[in-house]
């Protein structure tokens, strides 16, 4: 069995197996394909609760995943922001002396969450300029009608 | 309604997010999908062959109590029961209750048809170029239980 705790290196070989068969086409296409098929508790909690599914869907998954953290939810703005100080995934994929991450792996959080959010209504806006330190900070704002 | 904020170190928690097992059923299925059931198997080598090098140098340098100790520490972390029977030669793995499938099967997320590749072909990878070889002696698809030999080549 590969344990959840292996996970990440297994997602970072994924995407550079598929960027290997067809190009980083491959890579973007899966992971469309993840957030259309998988992210269907975020989609569920926004339908149902708005801004602060956000803040159910990631308050749930960043503990668990052993975060660095700050999240802050102002529904009266409609906004909700995580300042992500150190990324559980890619913080360890760089601890591994022995695996080079995909070069692109922080790309697939714009993707998987943009894809859902933004037909729903809300703008997603994401800073990865510090991804090489295991930080990013994603801010999504609940259109103005 | 007031601002709520929420900080945390990674320290406060521990480190276990079941839902990834869910990714990677989604991931070894599009692979199923897009190129094929030896794609799948391609793929798990590639990762097995990179990810567990260090298993691999400690199985060789100290025999079948490094694949225990590995597994047991994530069977540990997950929840899972299992049953090992370890001897010079052999290791045997009886899995009653498999994390992985249980969480997938709980959570109502479709378990890949090759899901069980994760088990056989990482069991052959690990043993690739080793003293070392594997066999899956039972698995099934339900509920995901199972049961693994590791052996040393005659």
Known sequence: MISCTEFIPAYSELFKFLEAKDGPKAVLDFWN?????????????????????????????????????????DEEAGTFRIVMTHCPSKGRLMEYKHIT????????????????????????????????????????????? | ???????????????????????????????????????????LRQFAGTYYAPLKEDLIRRGLIALKEHYDKIFKAEGGKVRFTLSDCELQIEVETNPAVQHLRAQKIPVARLFSETIRTVGEELCAGTPFAVELLAYDEASGRYAQRFYRKA
């Not at chain 1, 569920?44 to 998954?61: F, P, Q």
């Not at chain 2, 928690?13 to 989604?26: E, I, P, Q, R, T």
């Open chain 2, 1 to 43: 309604m007031p601002k709520q904020t929420m900080t945390r170190k990674a320290s406060d928690n521990v480190y276990l997010h079941k839902d990834f097992h869910g990714a990677l059923s989604n991931g070894i299925e599009y692979i199923h999908e897009k190129y094929g059931a030896e794609a799948v198997r391609d793929y």
């Open chain 1, 33 to 73: 394909y993840l957030s259309d098929r998988f992210l269907n508790n975020l989609r569920d909690l926004v339908t149902a609760n708005g801004i602060r599914g956000c803040w159910l869907y990631w308050s749930r998954t960043l503990n668990e995943e052993a975060a660095d953290f700050t999240m802050e939810l």
């Open chain 1, 101 to 145: 991450p995909y070069h692109d792996y922080c790309g697939h959080c714009d993707v998987l969450y943009r894809r859902v959010l933004e037909p729903m209504g809300y703008e997603y806006t994401t800073d990865l300029s510090k991804c090489d330190q295991a930080k990013c900070s994603v801010v999504i704002k609940r259109k103005e009608q």
